[in-house]
């Protein structure tokens, strides 16, 4: 037997350092058993000893980490049904007097309690506690409602797919536990007692224990009963404080109990019935509350106006499901209007990125979904398709393709992704330029993205560039007069006249793509508010430089030197599309043909005000941001902004 304390490995229970309590016990061959076929029970398993999990060797931290794996059974009472009340749980406790426990439910565990930590294995959907399912095992931290939960299945090493598994199956089941205090990420792993532990775990989720687990905590094992009863049994248990846990030895684990199947004798036969009885009033009383719960769970808002937008219109517990719940797993970002969430559609498996606001109640939520309909319609290689949306209280869901490889601008400001070369580059600015045009001109109305810039460019699987949130797009019949509306986008990429007019067009549009172009072909951003002050604003700078003779210099310093022709080219382009004066800056249809060689680029004039930040003044930036007093730096890769007075920082 080992005599670390804080380490132990058990086949079997005869003679181990383990403490019983309630309905638990020890066979002769060793089998922990912590309940059996009475009602309203409780049995748990301790080890004896408490485990320093704020003590560590180590000389770096305090290491919380532990790795734990047992086998486990849970055995109906009889073949009629699979239930058998709350399962049972593995938990860690800074004490064993669980006095406040109910044994109905909660595995025999106190709902909430500080400083407790349980993996559940739960075979009852419990509505109180927001169960996803019979079949589940769940993450909870100081109260049984699951910090997160996942249907259980195991990942086959040899099918390389994800199977089935009952937990109330009657059979022996493995189950890993690893948490890692240095990263913050607890494992779950299952499969058969006749599988190997899987390559990828049931379970993943950062999750800080460094608060929850103190300098002596109990780790042991509870399980409860109600109306329905069943055996839950331990078969070996080994644990480990500073380390992985070591395996067990199948062959020596302790065997179940010969399974006899229920007489159908009169006696018998009556107790069947009494049980039938008991269960249907059971579960009519519990799918009664189920149902209304779930109702309330997915309750949308829908008005009789929204008929005409159907086709657009998703259903809030597809996308609930689509996301697993939003769990944070699935979090792609978050920024100041929200958090977008990783989805596969459950009908069409369809990978989907969902992006949850706030209601605008200052703009008329029929005008805008009306646009979000309309825009869901727009068709463009370069574009990230807006699938729709959907609403419930006081959230507005927006359904977008996904784009695995994330934003551009981790690729241009992070050295979490690799480096992008010239031609990429190059191939991304004219798809985004392509997918402008289209918005201004070859659409069925003029369409005004106002929010141009890097990280509202994302990358699709080939690394095509998509010009995406269109959060605050507004659209136009072409032709239409232009009405003054609110000045919103990010600073850096915002026209001069915007400031003095309140009208958005096209030309402000290819504004925001010039301050793009620089931003792509410079690696930096278009204001870099620690820089010296000649570096303050790259079209500033850019422009210095163009002026000197020297403008390549301003180029990505981490690309290589066979594109002088072409680089000089996007960065005149940059220059002249940031024109301080409106009129002076191309169309996006010239913007092509520029890139694209047709037309000869024209000289750019050579005058204080030749672009659109120096054009505004200093002084004048200054005075424009400080009107607006609460910049919100934005971060998500899906990211879609207010419909309201907003500015973004650039940075």
């Known amino acids: 037997m080992a005599i670390d304390e804080n380490k132990f490995v058990y086949n079997g229970f005869n003679g181990t350092r383990i403490q019983l309590d309630g309905a638990a016990k020890i066979h002769s061959n060793g089998l922990l058993q912590l309940t059996n076929t009475s009602q309203y029970q409780i049995g748990r398993a301790f080890y004896q000893h408490p485990i320093g999990f704020g003590t560590s060797s180590s000389t770096l931290s305090q290491d919380h980490s532990f790795s734990t794996h047992f086998v486990f059974a849970i055995v109906p009472d009889h073949e009629i049904t699979n239930l058998s009340c709350c399962g049972m749980a593995f938990a860690s406790s800074p004490s064993t007097d669980f006095t406040n426990a109910v044994g109905i439910k909660y595995f025999g ?118 109306l329905l009863t069943g055996n839950h049994y331990i078969l070996g248990w080994s644990f480990n404080k500073s380390g992985k846990a070591q395996g067990l030895e199948i062959s020596e684990l302790p065997s179940l109990p010969h399974q006899r199947k229920p007489s159908l004798g009169s006696t018998g036969l009556g107790i069947i019935v009494s049980m039938i009885i008991g269960v249907i009033g059971l579960t009519i009383t519990i799918g009664g509350t189920f149902y209304m719960l779930r109702r309330k769970k997915y309750q949308e808002i829908r008005e009789d106006w929204e008929r005409e937008y159907g086709p657009h219109r998703f259903s809030y517990k597809d996308l609930f499901k689509a996301t697993k719940g939003f769990i944070d797993e699935e979090l792609l970002g978050a920024g100041g209007f929200g958090k977008v969430y990783r989805g596969i559609l459950p009908s069409s498996k369809e990978h989907v990125a969902v992006k949850k606001v706030s209601h605008d109640l200052k703009q008329g939520m029929k005008e805008f979904v009306a646009e979000i309909a309309s825009m869901g319609r727009l068709r463009h290689r370069n574009l990230v398709q807006l699938l729709g949306y959907s609403r419930r209280k006081g959230e507005l869901l927006l359904v977008y393709d996904y784009m695995p490889n994330g934003s551009l601008d981790k690729f241009l400001f992070s050295n979490e992704k690799p480096i992008l070369d010239w031609a990429q580059r190059c191939h991304i600015i004219i798809g985004v330029a392509s997918a402008l045009l289209y918005m201004h001109e070859e659409w069925d109305q003029v369409v005004l993205h106002r929010d141009v810039k890097a990280s509202n460019v994302l990358l699709d699987a080939d690394l095509n560039g998509r010009l995406g949130d269109f959060g605050l797009a507004r659209l136009y019949d072409h032709g239409a007069t232009l009405e003054t509306t609110h000045v919103v986008g990010t600073i850096g990429y915002l026209a001069p006249e915007l400031s003095r007019t309140g009208k958005a067009t096209t030309s402000t549009d290819v504004f925001a793509f010039g301050a793009f172009m620089l931003e792509v072909a410079c690696g930096r951003r278009p204001i870099e508010l620690q820089q010296s002050p000649d570096e303050v604003v790259l079209v500033d700078w850019v422009f210095e430089k163009w002026k000197e003779g020297a403008i390549l210099e301003t180029s990505d310093p981490r690309l290589g030197e066979d594109y002088f022709e072409e680089m000089e080219l996007v960065l005149k382009l940059g220059l002249l599309c940031s024109k301080s004066d409106a009129a002076a800056r191309p169309s996006m249809r010239q913007v092509i043909q520029y890139l694209d060689g047709d037309v000869p680029l024209p000289e750019i004039i050579h005058d204080s005000t030749s672009t659109g930040v120096i054009g505004l003044g200093n002084e004048a930036l200054s005075e424009f941001v400080m009107s607006f007093p609460s910049p919100i730096v934005e971060s998500s890769a899906h990211s879609i902004s207010s419909t309201e007075s907003i500015l973004t920082s650039g940075r």
């Open 109 to 226: 565990l106190p709902n909430s309690s500080n400083h407790l930590l349980a993996i559940e294995l739960d075979t009852l959907t419990n509505p109180e506690l927001n169960d996803i399912n019979d079949n589940h095992v769940g993450i909870d931290v100081n109260s049984l409602l699951s910090n997160a939960s996942a249907t259980v299945t195991y990942y086959s090493n040899r099918e390389r797919i994800n199977r089935s598994l009952q937990l109330a199956s009657g059979s022996p089941i493995h189950i890993w536990i690893d948490y890692d205090g240095f990263e913050n990420v607890l494992n779950v792993t299952l499969a058969p007692i006749t599988s190997p532990k899987p390559d990828q775990s049931l379970l993943s989720t950062h999750t800080n224990l460094s608060s929850i687990l103190l300098d002596s905590m109990y780790v042991g094992f509870s399980a409860s009963t109600s």
